[in-house]
């Protein structure tokens, strides 16, 4: 079992940055691979980013390439999100997942852990 906690989120206006953290525990070797989620306001949870700890391989949704940038601390356990020029749209629920298996990143079934989330607004 991985626990994970998520910091970061906030309220800025279109164009400004935000970083999340997440911090993982527990098993944490066991983790294949790392991913943000974002549920926007009545809409369903979507992959923003993922990272593989074992390679640092990363995969991006593309509403959010070349704005996001994910990374994970192997020392410390942390999975980050580096998001600038925000956008309304990018306004959700943030959540951080780990999964233990392979299979697509996108795929929120195939993740058994899961933060509770941090909110992001971005304004017009």
């Known amino acids: 079992q991985v626990q994970l906690v998520e910091s970061g989120g906030g309220s800025v206006q279109a164009g400004g940055s935000l970083r999340l953290a997440c911090v993982a525990s527990g098993r944490t070797s066991s983790i294949a691979y790392i991913t943000w989620f974002r549920q926007p306001p009545g809409k369903e949870r979507e992959g923003v980013a993922s990272?593989?700890?074992?390679?640092?391989?990363?995969y991006y949704d593309a509403s959010v390439k070349d704005r996001f940038t994910v990374s994970y601390d192997k020392d410390k356990h942390t999975l980050s999100l580096q998001m600038n020029n925000l956008k309304p749209e990018d306004t959700g629920m943030y959540f951080c997942?780990?999964?233990?298996?392979?299979?697509?990143?996108?795929?929120?079934?195939?993740?058994?852990?899961w933060g509770r989330g941090t909110l992001v607004t971005v304004s017009s």
């Open positions: 990272i593989y700890p074992e390679t640092d391989v990363d």
């Open positions: 997942a780990a999964s233990t298996r392979g299979g697509s990143w996108w795929f929120s079934q195939l993740y058994e852990n």
